[in-house]
T-cell receptor, first 110, second 113 residues
Framework: DQQVKQNSPSLSVQEGRISILNCDYT??????FLWYKKYPAEGPTFLIS?????DKNEDGRFTVFLNKSAKHLSLHIVPSQPGDSAVYFC?????????FGQGTTLQVKP | NAGVMQNPRHLVRRRGQEARLRCSPM?????VYWYRQLPEEGLKFMVY????????ESGMPKERFSAEFPKEGPSILRIQQVVRGDSAAYFC???????????FGPGTRLTVL
């Protein structure tokens, strides 16, 4: 029972353009949603979070949007940079623990 | 202001041996979590600990796996009698009280021969 799903395994965008990463969830009890970035052989790095009572949170180039009626969230990266190339995981919190999606590999081409 | 520390970074064990993975949380963080990433999969929650207490171990396999976070010293994830299927990357994360964001260590890559 995959409660958090990232249906796109990969995404390729041109440098300077917008990257949009998507995530769907099934459990309406999740209280926070988070995005992490992960390079090979490293631990995930926290990027941005959003409370379930909000619909948008912005931090620099990163913006997360939450649509509770659709049980969908997205991460927008503008402008995309080659250094953003990594695997992006969305996660949701439930009683403290994080439940992760499968990840989306983002490639930003120079 | 060191981040989450994990050691060893790489660990090789033969089937039947024990593996001990250590995690020191960030300064000021009293909550520790362990996650496992099997090859070609996402991260899966294993256990959530506070000092001297296991809060949630719903993701831990029922046998051979145990975790502790003593009053002094690092958190330890212990795997007894390892099998090939235990080969994975094990990540520790920590958070301050009442904060949803968890900060991850670099991971320990366990290889069972």
């Amino acid at each position: 029972d995959q409660q958090v799903k990232q249906n796109s395994p990969s995404l390729s965008v041109q440098e300077g353009r917008i990257s949009i990463l998507n995530c769907d969830y099934t459990n309406s009890m999740f209280d926070y949603f988070l995005w992490y970035k992960k390079y090979p052989a490293e631990g995930p790095t926290f990027l941005i979070s959003i409370s379930s009572i909000k619909d948008k949170n912005e931090d620099g180039r990163f913006t997360v949007f939450l649509n509770k009626s659709a049980k969908h969230l997205s991460l927008h990266i503008v402008p995309s940079q080659p250094g953003d190339s990594a695997v992006y995981f969305c996660a949701a919190t439930l009683t403290g623990k994080l439940i992760f999606g499968q990840g989306t590999t983002l490639q930003v081409k120079p | 202001n060191a981040g989450v520390m994990q050691n060893p970074r790489h660990l090789v064990r033969r089937r039947g041996q024990e593996a001990r993975l250590r995690c020191s949380p960030m300064k000021g963080h009293s909550h520790v979590y362990w996650y496992r990433q099997l090859p070609e999969e996402g991260l899966k929650f294993m256990v959530y600990l506070q000092k001297e207490n296991i809060i949630d171990e719903s993701g831990m396999p029922k046998e051979r796996f145990s975790a502790e976070f003593p009053k002094e010293g690092p958190s330890i994830l212990r795997i007894q009698q390892v099998v090939r299927g235990d080969s994975a990357a094990y990540f520790c994360a920590s958070s301050p009280p009442l904060a949803p964001e968890q900060f991850f260590g670099p991971g320990t890559r366990l290889t069972v021969l």
